[in-house]
């Protein structure tokens, strides 16, 4: 089977996987802080979405949130960049509102993504050819739309954050209205069926925009981090990913 078909496949299983081992109940564990966790299944999926990749494909590598691949410090070769559940607060407290994000790149270039939003059953996905669908349908190009009368999504934390209070209160009150769904990848694929007019935060890692990233793209969207500068796949960062008209007023709004 070709990589992308035989990727989306171990998407899906990963998700009956989750919904599986999510009956049993969640062992919770904090990691950095009080608010920053991880159960048992978070760990489990990645376990189980590497020793699918391995086992298939023993030449390419993984970046994993919960230990794989941290160590990696090129974009050679075939790269998978996995979040086994993104959104893992909303796991834990909502059992809901969360997705699988899955991004193949090779040698740096993206080639597939897939997010799966699990409990709702929905898949945004980008094959090689460049195409974006949401489930069967294929997507059509991210349409311009003016910032005042928009829906973006915000990252809650960082609009009480001090340092940067003055430039994200000043992005909200420009904003037609705000949201703060708490899925970095589940905001950004929403850009692609236009629910989510930009998606702008902080602080993201890999796995948290490495899917994202290609579906946005792929649509004519631009994203770059908070400065406006090219994202690096391997370094964590800001991010702003919207419609190039869009982006641009948003990074000089909060650069300002
Ligand atoms: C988190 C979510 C959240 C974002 C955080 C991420 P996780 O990922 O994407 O929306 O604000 O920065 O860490 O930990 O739930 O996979
Ligand atoms: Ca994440
Ligand atoms: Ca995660
Ligand atoms: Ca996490």
Not at 134 to 142: A, G, P, T, Y
Not at 206 to 224: M, S
């Amino acid at each position: 089977m070709e990589l992308y078909e035989q990727a989306k496949q171990f998407v899906i299983e990963a998700s009956e996987y989750i919904k599986k081992e999510m009956a049993q109940g969640l062992t919770v564990e904090s990691k950095s802080s009080l608010n920053d966790l991880v159960t048992n299944v978070d760990k489990g999926c990645e376990t189980f979405l590497y020793e699918k990749i391995m086992s298939y494909y023993p030449d390419h590598r993984i970046v994993g949130e919960e230990g794989h691949g941290h160590d990696i410090q090129d974009t050679d070769g075939v790269l998978w960049i996995i979040d086994p559940i993104d959104g893992t607060l909303n796991f834990v407290h909502q059992q809901k509102n969360f997705a699988i994000s899955v991004g193949i790149y090779i040698d740096g270039k993206p080639h597939s993504a897939f997010i799966l939003d699990v409990m709702n059953h929905d898949l945004y996905h980008s094959s090689p050819g460049g195409a974006v669908y949401f489930n069967d349908q294929k997507l059509e190009r991210i349409e311009p739309s003016p910032l005042e009368t928009s829906l973006i999504c915000l990252n809650a934390r960082w609009l009480v954050k001090d340092a940067s209070q003055t430039s994200a209160l000043t992005l909200a009150k420009k904003a037609g209205t705000v949201r703060s769904y708490g899925s970095s990848a589940l905001e950004l694929a929403q850009i692609t069926t236009g629910q989510v007019a930009s998606y702008v935060t902080y602080q993201l890692k890999p796995w948290d925009f490495a899917a994202g990233l290609i579906l946005v793209e792929r649509l004519g969207g631009v994203v770059t981090t908070e400065t406006g500068q090219p994202i690096n796949l391997l370094q964590a960062s800001g991010l702003v990913a919207a419609h190039p008209s869009m982006h641009k007023e948003i990074i000089e709004i909060i650069n300002a």
